[in-house]
């Protein structure tokens, strides 16, 4: 034990911190075991923090003393952790320190932090309407940094992960969270977000810029009323001639295209197009997408709505220039192509065109799990989102 734990006045930091320390020396000798010594120990670190804090300017050399006694009194009993005892000591010490500087008027409580100086709330939000990311605020302080922060909703809405956000962003003094536990977060923002008003920026997400480029293709290419020939010639295939088609029927290969270009997955377009009811009459619903043979090959087609996906009429070709069955036989590789079947009215595209049929087909909406090369599943909106 220090030989100066005993000073000229028995009220010195020095003196009381002597005296408990050996109360809680007997004590822990006294112990039944090494978890009601712990307990003690514990119990200690927190008499000698409140000791430590309470006397300011008067504890030159308390800091250590403090150590030492906490590291006997753990070695007292076995199984007592030095470090557990310690740490204990050190968080029990902030803490009375904060309340301190608070109690004085020298911390500022981030709630009220955010009341006096958050002037600018901006929402960020997106045309997407199948969008699976965030929405997105930017707030802007008056305070002394001037500081700007880019914050999730979910971040925005939660005092604890908020205030970690803006603490990293400081130099120096950071804004204490103590009086901001009993605060009623979402309403206190809601309040705050209404005194201050909030501005609502638009801005075009990749989803909707890719599906407006579908448009875009749809309405300057080739509508063709025959499958194949659209298949061949790089167009889009129509039901009945423009206007009276009730949808497009687009080959993936155009799709894929738009997609890459917009870096957006094909299931983050499907999701889009599902979320605005764009869907063709033969897929209608969540699906957008199912396959088929064209020439004995597996090709997938998107189905959309005639009403949305404009075609020209002028573009419009029921035949490609020169009959299929002149391509056909000019190629010597395909057979007649009288067998084709086209989709009945319910718009079953499990057909075979030009090709042997049989059941469900793989990349079909019932065989969607095949991920075969070249062919995209059938999603669903809850499949959607960027991955």
């Not at 000229?8 to 000798?29: C, H, I, M, N, W």
């Not at 030159?60 to 070695?75: E, I, P, R, V």
């Not at 969008?131 to 909703?153: M, P």
């Not at 070709?317 to 009945?344: F, I, K, L, V, W």
Request: with cysteine.
């Amino acid at each position: 034990m220090p030989d100066d734990i005993s000073g000229p006045s028995e009220d010195t930091p020095t003196a009381k911190l002597g005296a408990q320390f050996s109360q809680y020396e007997e004590a822990v000798k006294d112990a039944d075991n090494a978890g009601d010594a712990m307990q003690v120990c514990m119990d200690a670190a927190q008499t000698f923090a409140a000791i430590e804090v309470e006397a300011g300017d008067e504890a030159t050399g308390l800091h250590s003393m403090a150590k030492a006694y906490l590291n006997q009194l753990s070695d007292t009993k076995s199984g007592v952790s030095r470090k557990n005892v310690r740490q204990i000591w050190l968080d029990e010490i902030d803490d009375l320190e904060t309340e301190k500087k608070i109690d004085d008027g020298e911390v500022i409580i981030f709630s009220d932090l955010i009341e006096e100086t958050l002037v600018g709330v901006t929402k960020k939000v997106t045309t997407d309407k199948s969008s699976t990311e965030e929405t997105e605020y930017v707030l802007k302080f008056n305070d002394a940094n001037g500081t700007r922060l880019t914050v999730t909703q979910s971040t925005f809405f939660e005092g604890r992960v908020l205030w970690k956000a803006y603490t990293a962003a400081q130099e120096g003094e950071y804004p204490d969270r103590a009086e901001s536990e009993e605060v009623e977060w979402d309403n206190f923002i809601g309040d705050v977000i209404e005194s201050v008003g909030e501005v609502v920026e638009e801005e075009t997400g990749a989803r909707t810029a890719a599906m407006q480029a579908l448009k875009n293709y749809v309405s300057n290419t080739v509508a063709y009323g025959d499958r194949k020939d659209a298949v061949e010639n790089g167009g889009v295939y129509v039901d009945d001639e423009p206007p009276a088609n009730s949808e497009v029927v687009v080959p993936r290969e155009a799709i894929a295209s738009i997609t890459s270009t917009h870096e957006i997955t094909d299931r983050a377009l499907q999701a889009e197009i599902s979320a605005r009811e764009l869907t063709g009459t033969s897929t209608a619903g969540d699906k957008v997408s199912k396959s088929t043979t064209v020439h004995g090959n597996w090709q997938t087609f998107w189905y959309l709505s005639g009403d949305a996906f404009e075609v020209s009429e002028d573009a419009y070709q029921q035949e490609a220039s020169g009959s299929t069955m002149d391509r056909m036989d000019n190629h010597g590789n395909e057979e007649d192509g009288d067998s084709a079947s086209e989709p009945d009215e319910t718009g079953d595209t499990d057909e075979v065109v030009n090709g042997d049929s049989g059941g469900s087909l793989p990349g079909s909406d019932e065989d969607s799990d095949d991920h075969e090369p070249g062919k995209i599943r059938s999603y669903t909106p809850e499949d959607g989102g960027d991955e």
